[in-house]
């Protein structure tokens, strides 16, 4: 059972990554993805980073209430 929550939660931050449009920007590079997840990691752990994870956090629930918004009206 452990697996498969897993597993389900890799998957639901592959989506995450599809749906930041960083596989079109990248043309599917993994090697792009991966530094520029490694970059976006670096920087939580730096100077600051409590303002820049709120900021993120507040962008990632604009941007899922803005879809959620965008399928009620559908």
Avoid: P
Avoid at 1 to 23: D, N, S
Avoid at 29 to 56: E, K
């Amino acid at each position: 059972m452990q697996r498969r929550e897993r597993t389900r939660h890799l998957i639901e931050l592959g989506g995450l990554v599809q749906k930041a449009g960083l596989v079109e920007l990248t043309d599917d590079d993994r090697a792009t993805i991966y530094g520029a997840l490694l970059d976006l990691a670096g920087r939580a752990r730096g100077d600051g980073a409590s303002v820049i994870l709120a900021l993120w956090k507040r962008r990632g629930k604009r941007a899922f209430d803005a879809e959620n918004d965008g399928s009620e009206a559908q």
